[in-house]
């Protein structure tokens, strides 16, 4: 079953899919995302990353028949008490507002108004969870956390979510103003991603 090198993503995220699909080119992994056999989004009713990211991968793994890869991510701010969190997604419409990356960005910044510079810490976590099938009653999971803090205003044109938001300290910039490669080295998703990698090398 590990040696299917077919999978499907449960995720309908572009941003997402392009970063999977570069991490995972060494293992000749084929990924497609969930909207490509027809599926529709799980219902994320889980109180954490952990809990959603199997949720999505079971429901993905039992409409294709295919082994299963989700991501449950977000940004957690300190001051905001941990919020957005398993939220992230869909921040600005759960207060009647937009849901889209820049609506979700543009509440964080707001609720973060006037905020000191040393109460802007923030950090983006990964939960990633691989079923073989529907039923796998092992599924792998691996995290990722990224620190940082938050900036005023957006910086930068790559990434996605709140990549413009996010203060590097170690490269002086935001997760947006970071180029692939460095983005994949530093971030949360890219840290998990290649424990996942080494994870599944020893069972392929």
């Excluded at 940004?75 to 600005?92: F, H, K, T």
Aim: aromatic share 8%; with cysteine.
């Amino acid at each position: 079953m590990y040696c299917d090198r077919q999978w499907v993503l449960a995720s309908n995220n572009a941003g997402k899919l392009k970063e999977f699909s570069e991490l995972l080119a060494p293992m000749n992994i084929a990924i497609a995302p969930q909207r490509e056999f027809g599926v529709e989004d799980a219902i994320e009713d889980g109180l954490s990353f952990i809990e959603n990211a199997i949720i999505k991968a079971r429901h993905a793994s039992k409409a294709t028949g295919l082994p299963a890869l989700s991501d449950d991510s977000g940004l957690e701010v300190d001051y905001l008490q941990g919020a957005p969190g398993i939220y992230s997604a869909r921040y600005a419409s759960m207060n009647g507002g937009e849901k889209s990356d820049l609506a979700n960005l543009q509440r964080v910044l707001k609720e973060m108004e006037g905020v000191p510079a040393d109460q802007r810490t923030a950090r983006f976590h990964c939960v990633l969870a691989f079923v073989r099938h529907a039923k796998d009653p092992t599924p792998i999971i691996i995290q990722g956390t990224w620190e940082g803090t938050l900036l005023e205003a957006p910086r930068g044109e790559n990434g996605f979510g709140y990549d413009p938001i996010f203060w590097v300290e170690s490269h002086q910039c935001s997760s947006a103003e970071l180029n692939k490669d460095e983005k994949n080295s530093l971030s949360h998703r890219g840290q998990a991603v290649r424990a996942f990698k080494a994870k599944m090398e020893s069972l392929l």
